[in-house]
């Protein structure tokens, strides 16, 4: 791990990702980053300074989806922020997030009420971001969530679920705030899917 410098597609480390693109970088100094195999950093895409970027439990695991973590080309990933995958997370291209986004496809499972929740089976379900969306500070993303593309996320939300293109989602849990159609330009409220 590189801790005083900025990586970039030519230097030594780089070659253990899935793919690490031409002009993609990866800041100084760089958070936890492991499993490198299984993500994909695409072309001209700046990933923040103590972003943690991993893919399973552990540097040893083996994954079922080559990639697990797919970036897209041109976005930025914004300091401190996290994308930790175990099934399937796939960022479209030209996504930008403000710093402290926390994006996963698994969580802990409420199973059984009287074993440690930490200990029982967790849940996973895949995560794609459409092109073009802008996730504002520490918005959290949940397995299963669905991102149309040119979306909105306000600050702070929590979003699961899934939702279409040109909206504008806020709130905990989120919800449509604005969507734009091409009839009636930016409209408040729920879209139609």
Not at 39 to 54: E, F
Not at 89 to 116: A, F, K, R
Request: charged share 15%; hydrophobic share 35%.
């Amino acid at each position: 791990m590189n801790e005083v410098a900025t990586v970039g597609p030519d230097d030594p480390y780089a070659r253990k990702f899935h793919y690490f693109g031409k002009g993609a970088a990866l800041m100084a100094p760089q958070g936890v980053v492991y499993n490198e195999r299984y993500l994909s950093i695409g072309d001209g895409t700046l990933i923040g300074p103590n972003v943690c970027l991993t893919a399973g439990i552990s540097g040893e695991q083996e994954m079922l989806v080559t990639p697990t973590v797919t970036i897209g080309q041109k976005c930025i990933i914004g300091r401190g922020s996290h994308i930790i995958g175990h099934w399937s997370i796939v960022l479209g291209d030209e996504i930008q997030t403000g710093p402290y986004v926390y994006i996963t496809d698994e969580n802990h499972s409420y199973e059984n009420p009287d074993e440690p929740i930490g200990w029982q089976s967790p849940s996973e379900a895949a995560v794609r971001i459409g092109s073009g969306s802008w996730l504002g500070a520490n918005v959290v993303i949940l397995p299963g969530t669905v991102l149309g593309r040119n979306t909105t996320v306000a600050a702070g939300a929590v979003v699961r679920g899934e939702f279409p293109d040109h909206v504008v989602l806020g709130g905990v849990p989120a919800k449509v705030l604005r969507h734009y159609s091409v009839e009636g330009g930016w409209q408040s409220g729920a879209a139609e899917k």
